[in-house]
T-cell receptor, first 111, second 115 residues
Framework: AQSVAQPEDQVNVAEGNPLTVKCTYS??????LFWYVQYPNRGLQFLLK??????LVKGSYGFEAEFNKSQTSFHLKKPSALVSDSALYFC?????????FGSGTKLNVKP | DTEVTQTPKHLVMGMTNKKSLKCEQH?????MYWYKQKAKKPPELMFV???????INESVPSRFSPECPNSSLLNLHLHALQPEDSALYLC??????????????FGPGTRLTVT
């Protein structure tokens, strides 16, 4: 099945440090990949997507992600974390108009 | 305006009740979606509408009945639910289905509790 995996349930980082939230995808099919963020009791907010083209994708709120075909990864990154970045992050994949989400990674940014 | 609105925010219903969830968007999007999300889990796709017609039903029990009365509105009618149906129900919309791939915009959700 065409899916994504988020290997870390939780990531802890100090404010001001760089952050990485990991996502890998299964090889079969076209990797149309997305990142979303969810704050408590809220819907999901779109951050960025990779469809084709440049491997480095820039998105909202200073986030970026690098599509790496050889490692089948699409890790989310930010150079300097903010306490307000603390939330639940989901990687997702489009499979013929169906979005399949990873299990989610809780990001904790400590002051 | 990139807003998807959902009402009500919270809903408590008994197993014999009939209720409806409502979703609205004014972005001119022609694809709309219903997802179910349990606590600390990813959203799970339930239904997809394209140009007001049901395009995808992910084998959802018939006690959930979707309706798309027009291009801006999406309803989810609930009847004879079970306690395990308690969850956050998210509505989303995107420009349209197919290619190119468009991102989905999500509403804040309706927190449903079935007693």
């Amino acid at each position: 099945a065409q899916s994504v995996a988020q290997p870390e349930d939780q990531v802890n980082v100090a404010e001001g440090n760089p952050l990485t939230v990991k996502c890998t995808y299964s090889v079969s099919g076209n990797p149309y990949l997305f990142w979303y963020v969810q704050y408590p009791n809220r819907g999901l907010q779109f951050l960025l997507k990779y469809i084709t083209g440049d491997n480095l994708v820039k998105g909202s709120y200073g986030f970026e992600a690098e599509f790496n075909k050889s490692q089948t990864s699409f890790h989310l990154k930010k150079p300097s974390a903010l306490v307000s970045d603390s939330a639940l992050y989901f990687c997702a994949r489009d499979n013929f108009n169906k979005f399949y989400f990873g299990s989610g990674t809780k990001l904790n940014v400590k002051p | 305006d990139t807003e998807v609105t959902q009402t009500p925010k919270h809903l408590v219903m008994g197993m014999t009740n009939k209720k409806s969830l409502k979703c609205e968007q004014h972005m001119g999007h022609r694809a709309m979606y219903w997802y179910k999300q349990k606590a600390k889990k990813p959203p799970e796709l339930m239904f997809v509408y394209s140009y007001e017609k049901l395009s995808i039903n992910e084998s959802v029990p018939s006690r959930f009945s979707p309706e798309c009365p027009n291009s801006s509105l999406l309803n989810l009618h609930l009847h004879a639910l079970q306690p395990e149906d308690s969850a956050l129900y998210l509505c989303a919309s995107s420009q349209e289905l197919g290619r190119p791939i468009y991102e989905q915009y999500f509403g804040p959700g309706t927190r449903l509790t079935v007693t």
